[in-house]
């Protein structure tokens, strides 16, 4: 399941005289993503901070989230999850600009920060994010800053989180946000901790191709496997196609890409694979690709263990009679209908109706 955390409301504000000597995780209906002294603004989470206690005139910095209002219901859905045996990652805020102001800039780094912040207390294993819109120069510049960025989330989160959180990079299928199919797969190999994430919407739109048979989607499949170091991490539903890139995601059914090519690839069971519906129709596609799979599967299982066809041999006894052996067997308890041939009509005996004479 991945947990969509896509608007953030922050407020900085001083810890008040009943909170002090409490660490910010111990806080009631609050939901503490940093926390530092009067002369070190709450900029970068660290757990350290979040873990001590705090002190008189020290800043905290708190989000409102429909999920959870404290650590306590983070601690709890981390719990249910466990319980329930569902692996869970987090979805950073869409919006982020690397490119525009210097506030711009730093409140995309933060978004990312604290929603990774967020998957720690989850027990989740990735944060999802894209790096949003090129710079105004060279592409290739973009390219270069926007993977020293992703080089310092991936230390800071590896720090933060001991290990336990990844940063996932997804395509975008718009051609004038970074994430083509080349620069995520580069992105992975050049930088420690990324796992690129396969969109297929996302990749289809900037492609402007529909992947309609397993032949064309495996190759991507191999790729994306490879740069994440044997996980693959996948996001699907509809799409429809406008002008160069992305217009909309839509229900399955109705848009330009199928799920039963991958669903046969997947059939396999040659890949560890998570599947994400990222449908506007969330659960109902979720079930729907669920079905198609185990189609998928049923059809792997008839086609391996199919009957061998039946051999055709002579019979000595009757040459000329072919005998068949082997093949599937007649079910038991059919008695076979005895052939009785047709009786010659007597002499001067009249016809009936029904070819039989009387």
């Not at 080089?151 to 800071?156: F, I, M, V």
């Not at 039963?260 to 729907?288: F, G, K």
């Not at 066809?309 to 052996?325: D, E, F, M, N, Q």
């Amino acid at each position: 399941m991945e947990v969509q955390f896509i608007k953030v409301n922050p407020l900085t504000r001083v810890v008040l005289d009943e909170e002090i000597g409490k660490s910010p995780r111990e806080l009631v209906q609050q939901l503490v993503v940093g926390a530092g002294s009067h002369s070190e603004a709450p900029e970068e989470p660290r757990l350290a901070s979040l873990t001590s206690a705090l002190k008189k005139r020290d800043q905290l910095a708190t989000l409102t989230w429909s999920l959870a209002k404290d650590y306590s219901d983070l601690q709890e859905t981390k719990a249910l999850a466990k319980a329930l045996d569902v692996d869970l990652t987090l979805h950073a805020p869409y919006y982020v600009d690397f490119f525009g102001s210097q506030e711009s800039r730093q409140r995309s780094f933060r978004q990312i920060q604290w929603a990774s912040v967020l998957a720690e207390g989850l027990g989740a294993r990735l944060t999802v994010t894209h790096l949003g819109f090129y710079g105004p120069g060279e592409r290739t510049e973009s390219v270069r800053e926007l993977t020293e960025i992703a080089k310092g989330l991936s230390e800071w989160m590896s720090t933060f989180g001991k290990g336990s959180v990844h940063l996932g990079v997804e395509p975008s299928g718009h051609p004038d946000v970074f994430g083509s199919r080349e620069e995520v797969l580069e992105l992975a190999h050049r930088v420690k901790g990324v796992v690129p994430v396969l969109n297929l919407p996302h990749l289809a739109a900037r492609e402007r191709t529909n992947f309609e048979d397993a032949a064309q989607l495996k190759p991507v499949i191999d790729q994306f496997v490879e740069a994440g170091r044997g996980e693959l991490y996948l996001n699907f539903s509809g799409v429809e196609f406008y002008g160069p890139g992305e217009f909309r995601l839509t229900p399955i059914k109705r848009g330009q890409v199928r799920f039963d090519p991958l669903a046969d690839i997947l059939a396999d069971r040659d890949y560890d694979v998570t599947v994400i519906s990222s449908s506007p129709l969330l659960e109902h596609d979720a079930m729907y690709m669920k079905l198609l799979y185990e189609r998928a599967l049923t059809r792997r299982w008839t086609k391996r263990h199919a009957p061998p066809p039946p051999v055709v041999v002579k019979s000595k006894s009757a040459p000329g009679h072919p005998v068949k052996v082997g093949g599937r067997p007649e079910p038991r308890g059919v008695a076979a209908k005895p052939h009785h041939p047709a009786r010659p009509a007597p002499k001067g005996g009249k016809p009936h109706a029904h070819g039989r004479t009387r």
